[in-house]
């Protein structure tokens, strides 16, 4: 069937919740699902392999160089700060926002301050093994961009924590590195061709249109509930971001409504697809959070959206590298991701999916 790259440290991470309005609520991304993922995609057929280590200058080809510093030594500077004892606050959350004051200029003694100036939103926490979970996540997309730049056509990378979230030096939305950006660089490395990003996942991908929003060699497409309807990341995401500089032109949002189904959002693809032709390689950000029985978003589409998806991206006849981004329906999460892979490898006979 395909390819997936999988590793069983992106299990370590444990958010267990999410700060939302002050509140500690359940968390939804939960190690469960690139469990399931896998263990669906072993059992569609696919060749599951694990990535290959990876030095820093990985992370550091879309990201600031400080943020991985911090990201890689948050938790452990958390702990001897002492936080989990007093308050009592046993992951790393930001408390001051630097950033909209404009006076950044120092970075502070303080773990607990730092973080506000890297982190979003206060929903996205590090603990015990984030950033184990973060690195192997990163390696998948690194290594399945590898693999397609090597001849495979369909390459998945079982990625958790997922990363459209994240920009060159912030996190927030779930997301820490933004593992489609590793694997666009990565096959903007390995050919001279420019790659084109589709992001499928119910949220607008506002790191990865971040990272790229200036370069014409990697374009982002994004099909997304309306940020201006009240979604996150409320702040971009919008139809007339377009792409600045050398990168204007190269980025299409297509927001759209609550309730929208297959075929608007089908529209939509065929519109990305199209925005993305003439691209030598193409980095899918699948979250399969737009389905009807998501928790996190009201978008409708169904397996067999899902598929058709597949289907219309891999028409583009490059080599292609899916990267997992949200999902979050534990029962369905398996069946949609394969149903998308067996559109994409041209497999239609089974497009019902399976887990
Ligand atoms: C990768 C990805 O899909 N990230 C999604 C992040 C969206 N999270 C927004 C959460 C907003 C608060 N949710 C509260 C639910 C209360 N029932
Ligand atoms: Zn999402």
């Given at each position: 069937m395909i390819t997936a790259v999988v590793h069983p440290d992106t299990s370590l991470h444990l958010p267990e919740r999410e700060v939302w309005v002050g509140v500690p609520i359940a968390g939804t991304e939960v190690p469960e699902r690139a469990e399931i993922v896998a263990e669906g995609l072993r059992t569609a057929g696919a060749t599951?392999?694990?990535?290959?280590?990876?030095?820093?200058?990985?992370?550091?080809?879309?990201?600031?160089?400080g943020f991985i510093e911090f990201l890689s030594t948050a938790w452990e500077r958390w702990q001897s700060?002492?936080?989990?004892?007093?308050?009592?606050?046993?992951?790393?959350?930001?408390y001051a926002f630097p950033a909209v004051t404009g006076v950044v200029g120092r970075r502070p003694v303080s773990i607990g301050a730092l973080v506000g100036l890297y982190a979003m939103d206060t929903m996205?926490?590090?603990?015990?093994?984030?950033?184990?979970?973060?690195?192997?996540?990163?390696?998948?997309a690194a290594t399945a961009a590898d693999l397609a730049a090597g001849g495979l056509p369909h390459v998945m990378a079982v990625t958790r924590p997922p990363g459209h979230?994240?920009?060159?030096?912030?996190?927030?939305?779930?997301?820490?590195?933004?593992?489609?950006?590793?694997a666009a660089?990565?096959?903007?490395?390995?050919?001279?061709?420019?790659?084109?990003i589709i992001d499928l996942d119910a949220h607008h991908g506002n790191g990865t249109q971040e990272i790229f929003y200036k370069r014409a060699d990697v374009r982002y497409g994004s099909v997304h509930i309306d940020p201006g309807l009240g979604w996150f990341p409320h702040f971009v995401g919008f139809g007339d971001e377009t792409g600045e500089s050398a990168g204007s032109g190269h980025n299409l949002?297509?927001?759209?409504p609550e309730g929208t189904g297959d075929q608007p959002w089908l529209a939509a693809v065929e519109h990305l697809a199209e925005f993305s032709a003439g691209a030598g390689a193409v980095v899918v950000?699948?979250?399969?959070?737009?389905?009807?029985?998501?928790?996190e978003s009201p978008l409708t589409v169904t397996n067999n959206g899902y598929r058709r998806a597949g289907e219309i991206v891999g028409s583009l006849g490059v080599p292609t590298v899916a990267v997992l981004e949200g999902g979050y329906h534990l029962p369905t999460l398996a069946g949609l991701v394969a149903s998308f892979l067996l559109g994409l490898t041209g497999q239609t006979e089974q497009g019902g999916g399976s887990t």
């Open positions: 599951l392999v694990e990535p290959k280590p990876q030095p820093d200058a990985t992370l550091t080809s879309v990201h600031d160089p700060s002492g936080y989990p004892r007093d308050p009592g606050q046993d992951r790393v959350v930001p996205t926490l590090i603990g015990p093994g984030s950033w184990e979970a973060i690195s192997a996540a990163a390696a998948c979230h994240a920009g060159r030096q912030f996190y927030g939305g779930s997301c820490y590195v933004n593992n489609a950006a590793v660089q990565r096959l903007r490395d390995h050919t001279a061709a420019s790659v084109a949002n297509l927001p759209v950000s699948l979250g399969v959070d737009a389905a009807t029985d998501d928790p």
